[in-house]
């Protein structure tokens, strides 16, 4: 199966479930191939923001039922919560678009905000416009990445598989890199 075909069957779930989980990475590379006419920008955004949004009122559920008992199930994230609260504590109820854009914090700050007092309303809406805003700002982001990219090694069709390929393994090596630097960090604590 050519990677175009891949792109065009699975490359919008991917999307879905990369911004579920955590997402810049997946959600560059989706606007770079939307840019390079693989994907539709829009549509882009539009489903990660659904999966940012999906991810972590979950973990907002999960915060709110599970509470504490979830931060000793798992040491990582309560490795990050004093850390998240701070944060929550400092700015409140910003706190939420701010978290939007820490790596390797926002699943951790949605079950800090799940635990906290907030309303569920108040999250809902001020996550829904967190998650818009930032999925188009990263979508676009790599959108515009194309672009450059195009500027200057111009229409070059015999290399784009060749890029193509680049990225994805780029993007598989800085999800590796992320996830050795903090297994190196959990060893030493």
């Known amino acids: 199966m050519s990677p175009e075909l891949l792109l065009h069957k699975f490359g919008y779930f991917a999307v879905f479930i990369g911004t579920f989980l955590e997402g810049e990475t997946i959600l560059v590379m989706a606007g770079f191939f939307a840019e390079r006419g693989y994907l539709q920008i829009f549509i882009v955004a539009l489903v990660a923001a659904a999966g940012a ?18 931060l000793d199930r798992f040491p990582k994230m309560k490795k ?6 701070r944060i929550f504590e400092r700015y409140g109820a910003p706190a939420i678009f701010i978290t939007q854009w820490l790596y390797g914090l926002r699943v ?18 001020l996550e829904a416009i967190t998650c818009i805003v930032w999925a188009a700002v990263i979508s676009a982001a ?13 229409r070059a069709a015999h290399i784009e598989k060749w890029g193509l390929l680049i990225l994805v393994v780029g993007g598989i090596a800085v999800w590796l890199y992320h996830r050795l630097k903090e297994r190196r960090a959990e060893e030493e604590s």
Do not use: D, N, Q
Request: charged residues 15%; positive net charge; aromatic residues 18%.
């Open 53 to 70: 949004y999906t991810g972590h009122v979950f973990w907002f559920w999960l915060g709110r039922t599970k509470g504490v008992k979830l």
């Open 80 to 85: 990050h919560f004093g850390r998240g609260i």
């Open 108 to 125: 951790t700050c949605a079950v800090i905000i799940g635990i906290s007092r907030i309303s569920m309303l108040k999250f809902l809406v």
């Open 142 to 154: 790599g959108y515009y990445f194309g672009r450059a990219v195009e500027s200057v090694l111009g």
